[in-house]
């Protein structure tokens, strides 16, 4: 890619990936780090569905498991752990909220509201301090999602190799110390659990942080994202004209968390025309789909309210589709939506410094904003005659 390219796609990314598709006089065309798009909605979901793409392992977990069905097991045990967890996370919500004060920088905030509602479950209240507080200094420091300055990113790295030394020593303690009560107490027991006997401490604990950056890092910067759209659009702040639900989805395909899925071409294959090598990507772009004028009403606007109009929502993936699709959307998607409606409950919120532009750095995150969020004086009745002198 030209430096000249390079700048624009920095600028406007998502701007730059719609451009070469309008322009692209194929079905598919070229991604400037190598891989390709499939432009098309149809053909798009045929990639995400197609079991020519899916013989294989999903690319979410890397090597780091032996078999699809270690993919599965792993990814449901978690997901199933996180969901008994909906309750206590509910609760938590509004502390967690006025926790973050008058004035909160995000998207880190995100992250951080996240983490402080699901610290317990992530891991349980008896596991070694030290071990909770490098987790908690993690999402301090941006290890929730790759971020996207060099200078944040190298911060936030920094503190990986330890955490996983960490997390792999004390996976070895709770191996050694075997099957202790049979439900798991927190994630890193639903992950020992479902992780085969043989796989290294080390890789357990790799597996463990890949899912502990889906759960504070993905559903933290969705929050974000929600918030941004709805202060950017509704300036005023809440109450909202939308109920959480519609905003939260509408924020989901406007700004698709994972903006690029890939698939490996599995052999020699043509597809949209052209022919591609076994083991080149074929990325489906989830922001394209989102933003197909043929499959959705004025895309380019953000509308929520087209969640309530029967017939009113085209393909919508920002938890991927198909057989690889995400484990944890539905928990993921509940955690979003109670997330905002408990940040604007009953509070006076509003944002500042808000550019809907992402930045893109593996994944689509926000640039920075400030939230202004106090709680309305609760009304009291007016003292009615008698009741003067109480
Ligand atoms: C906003 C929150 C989240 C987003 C946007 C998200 C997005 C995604 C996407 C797009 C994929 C599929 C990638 C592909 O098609 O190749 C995926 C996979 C996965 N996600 Fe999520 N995720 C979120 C939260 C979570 C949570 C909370 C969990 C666990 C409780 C989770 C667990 C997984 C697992 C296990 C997979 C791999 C599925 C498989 O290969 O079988 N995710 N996620």
Avoid at 178 to 186: F, I, L, T, V
Avoid at 288 to 307: G, K, M, N, T, V
Wanted: aromatic residues 8%; proline residues 11%; contains cysteine.
């Amino acid at each position: 890619m030209s430096v000249r390219e390079m700048r624009r796609f920095r600028r406007d990314p998502l701007g730059y990936i719609e451009d070469r598709a309008r322009r692209s006089p194929a079905e598919v065309f070229r991604l400037p780090w190598g891989a390709w798009c499939v432009r098309d909605t149809e053909p798009a979901l045929t990639v995400l569905h197609d079991p020519v793409f899916h013989g294989g392992m999903s690319t979410f977990f890397g090597d780091m498991l032996p078999s699809r069905a270690a993919q599965l097991t792993l990814g449901r045990a978690v997901r199933n752990l996180v969901r008994t967890h909906s309750p206590a996370y509910r609760q938590r919500l509004a502390e967690a909220a006025a926790g973050l004060g008058p004035v909160s920088r995000w998207p880190q905030a995100g992250p951080t509201l996240v983490y402080r509602c699901t610290a317990d479950v992530l891991l349980h209240p008896d596991a070694p301090p030290e071990l909770r507080r490098r987790l908690a200094q993690a999402v301090t420091a941006g290890l929730t999602a790759r971020q996207p300055g060099m200078r944040e990113r190298a911060r936030a790295e920094v503190l990986r190799p330890r955490l996983l030394a960490a997390i792999t020593e004390h996976v070895r303690d709770r191996r050694a110390e075997g099957p202790g009560a049979s439900e798991p107490r927190d994630v890193l027991d639903a992950v020992i659990g479902a992780c085969p006997a043989e796989l290294p401490d080390g890789t357990v604990a790799n597996l463990y942080v890949l899912l502990f950056q889906s759960i504070v890092g993905n559903i933290g910067y969705a929050v974000a994202w929600a918030l941004l759209l709805a202060g950017v659009h509704h300036p005023s702040g809440p109450p909202w004209p939308w109920p959480a639900d519609g905003l939260v989805r509408e924020a989901g395909r406007c700004r698709p968390f994972v903006w690029m899925v890939g698939r490996p071409v599995p052999h020699a294959l043509e597809f949209g025309g052209l022919p591609f090598a076994a083991g080149t990507i074929l990325s489906v772009s989830p922001y394209l789909l989102h933003h197909d004028p043929h499959r959705w009403d004025r895309p380019e606007l953000f509308r929520p309210d087209r969640w309530s109009e029967p017939g009113g929502q085209g393909p919508y993936l920002p938890f991927s589709a198909g057989p690889f699709t995400c484990a944890g959307a539905a928990v993921a998607h509940t955690f979003i939506t109670d997330a905002v409606a408990a940040l604007a409950q009953d509070a006076r919120l509003t944002i500042s410094g808000g550019d809907t532009r992402p930045l893109i750095s593996g994944s689509v995150l926000p640039r920075p904003f400030t939230v202004h969020r106090t709680l309305k004086t609760p009304v009291r009745p007016a003292p009615t005659q008698g009741d003067e002198g109480r």
